[in-house]
C-alpha cells in the first residue's frame, strides 16, 4: 500500500505519541507537538493512538493515493482540504480511493495539523518510537521531512468500521490565548512573579519544535548563570538572563541550565505545539489541584486520552 508525495508542506514528519522512556540516556521525547490532535485523529479512525501520523506545519502536502484508504485531519484549521476537486472537512472520516489525490493548503489559525491513515505507515523505528527526530537524523523516514517524488508506503492492518464517540469528530475550538501552568522548582528566582501573570508574551520566528521562544517582554529573575544543569521535558518553561521565556516543546533536550520557571499544566502541553510566530498569550498560574482537575474533565471529553 503506498501513496506519492507531489507536494511537501513546509515542514512534514512522520511522528506517533514519542519516546517515553527514552530521557535517561539523553534522547529527547519527540511525537506529535499536538498530541491531542494526532490522537483524536486515530481515534476517528478506529486506530490505536499511538499509529504514525504525519505532522504538517503551516502548510501541508499533496498526496496522491495508489490504493484505496480511509484518512482523518485534525489540529489547525486547514483554509481548504481537497480530494481531487471536493472539498472535505476535518475532524471526520474521509474515504479517499485509488488513484485520487488529497490537497491541503495553509493553516488559517494556529500551526500544526495531522493527517492520519486507515493504514500504517512503514517508518524506521527508534528507542519504540517511529517518530522523527530531525536534528539528530533518526525515525520517521530516513529521518527527515518527507520528499517531493517520495513514495510512502504502509503496512497491512485490520480495518475496522468507526464506532467512536460523535462529540469527538465534532471536537472543540483550539484555544492558546492563555496557557495555564503551575509553578516551577525554581520560581522563586523571579523578581517580580506578578508580572509574569499579567504579560502578553509574543511568540518569536524562532520558535521550532524544540521551544517556543518569545520576543520584546522580559520578565525580571534573580538568575546569576550559574546554576547546575537539571532534567527537562516538554512544557517546562525556561527562563534564561536576558527574561525571554521559552516553552520547552516535544523535541527538547533533556537536561538545562536555565530556570525551570513553570510548568505547563499536562492538560495544556498539547496547546504549546499550536502557537505561531507572533500570537499573543498569557500565562495563569494555577494550583496542583486545578491542575488534576483539569486532566480529569480532559479524559472525560476525549475518552482515549485515557492511554497518554
Same mark, same amino acid.
Given at each position: ?44 479512525? #478506529?486506530?490505536?493512538?499511538? @499509529?504514525? *501520523? +504525519?505532522?504538517? !506545519?503551516?502548510?501541508?502536502? &499533496? ?124 520560581? #522563586?528566582?523571579?523578581?517580580? @512573579?506578578? *508580572? +509574569?501573570?499579567? !504579560?502578553?508574551?509574543?511568540? &518569536? ?104
Amino acid at each position: 500500500m503506498t501513496i506519492q508525495v507531489l507536494k511537501t508542506g513546509l515542514q512534514t514528519t512522520v511522528q506517533d505519541l514519542g519516546r517515553m522512556r527514552s530521557k535517561h540516556i539523553g534522547i529527547p521525547q519527540s511525537g506529535s507537538f499536538d498530541y491531542l490532535s494526532a490522537a483524536k485523529a486515530n481515534a476517528i479512525l #478506529n486506530r490505536p493512538i499511538n @499509529s504514525p *501520523v +504525519l505532522e504538517c !506545519t503551516m502548510t501541508g502536502p &499533496s498526496l496522491k493515493f495508489l490504493e484505496d484508504m480511509d484518512v482523518c485531519i485534525t489540529g489547525a484549521t486547514v483554509n481548504q482540504i481537497t480530494v481531487d476537486d471536493s472539498s472535505i472537512n476535518q475532524n471526520t472520516l474521509v474515504h479517499v480511493k485509488k488513484g485520487s489525490i488529497l490537497s491541503t493548503d495553509i493553516a488559517k489559525d494556529h500551526l500544526r495539523f495531522y493527517i492520519a491513515f486507515s493504514k500504517s505507515i512503514q517508518a524506521t523505528e527508534f528507542l519504540n518510537s517511529v517518530s522523527t527526530y530531525l536534528p539528530a537524523k533518526f525515525g520517521g523516514l530516513n529521518g527527515a521531512t518527507i520528499q517531493k517524488g517520495q513514495m510512502i508506503d504502509f503496512k497491512e492492518t485490520q480495518s475496522e468500521a468507526y464506532t467512536g464517540d460523535p462529540w469527538i469528530e465534532n471536537g472543540e475550538r483550539i484555544e492558546t490565548s492563555k496557557i495555564r501552568v503551575t509553578q516551577g522548582p525554581e520560581f #522563586n528566582l523571579l523578581d517580580a @512573579s506578578s *508580572v +509574569l501573570f499579567e !504579560t502578553d508574551f509574543i511568540v &518569536s520566528n524562532d520558535s521550532n519544535r524544540m521551544g517556543v521562544r518569545t520576543v520584546d517582554n522580559r520578565i525580571p529573575i534573580n538568575d546569576q548563570g550559574s546554576m547546575i544543569s537539571k532534567p527537562i521535558y516538554p512544557g517546562i518553561v525556561q527562563c534564561p538572563q536576558d527574561g525571554l521565556p521559552i516553552i520547552l516543546g516535544a523535541d527538547a533536550q533533556t537536561l538545562g541550565g536555565y530556570p525551570r520557571i513553570l510548568q505547563v499544566i499536562k492538560a495544556e502541553r498539547h496547546l504549546i505545539g499550536q502557537l505561531r510566530p507572533n500570537d499573543h498569550f498569557r500565562f495563569e498560574l494555577v494550583s496542583i489541584s486545578e491542575a488534576l482537575d483539569a486532566w480529569e474533565n480532559l479524559k472525560i471529553n476525549y475518552p482515549f486520552v485515557c492511554e497518554l
